[in-house]
């Protein structure tokens, strides 16, 4: 290990400590033997790479995908490199997955719509208004689902993940004009299907 090596990760543990919310840093400080901090990245980003994958196929394979994100990210520590950011570097490792999970499955994937707690709305609606938002989320996971993959998978790497165009081009291996024409068509579908 380094002198650099060393002082990256003690600088990361440092911010970690100080209550530091880079990502980057924690994979460094996880990276340099520092697990607490993989048990904050995965705390921070469990929940969209999990979504990520509940939207484009069943409830029992998003798990199995969630699951083998989190152990490539364990076992790809040791190559990992801090040139850009944690979140684009994780959503490639997760859009690899989902790729060759199509490829094995040669099959288009079924999203599953449920009404689990964690994806519903927080708020604390009436009776009425929670049967209505019900609704309009399912409404809104089946117009998903009809997406062509493409179009899917930028919608849900810029809503999920947070990404910006040119990161989501990175992850896709799209030009970014590509990425800004499968969202905008996305969005189109999405907006016709849920007006009155």
Known sequence: ??????????FAIAAIDAGGSND??????YCNGHAASFENLYRRHKGAVYRFFLRQMPKCDAEECHHE?????IKGRSSYEPRGSFVPWLF????????DRH???MRRPIVAIDNDPDLLPSSNPGPEDATDQARKLNQLHALIAELPITQREALLLREEAGLSLA???????TAEEGVKSRLRYAMQKLRAGMSP
């Open 69 to 73: 994100v989190w152990i490539k990210v």
């Open 92 to 99: 490639t490792i997760a859009h690899r997955v989902l790729t």
């Open 167 to 173: 990161e989501i081009a990175a992850v896709t291996s």
């Open 24 to 29: 980057d840093a924690l994979m460094v400080a």
């Open 1 to 10: 290990m380094t002198d650099d090596t060393m002082s990256a990760g003690a």
């Open 103 to 105: 490829r094995s499955a």
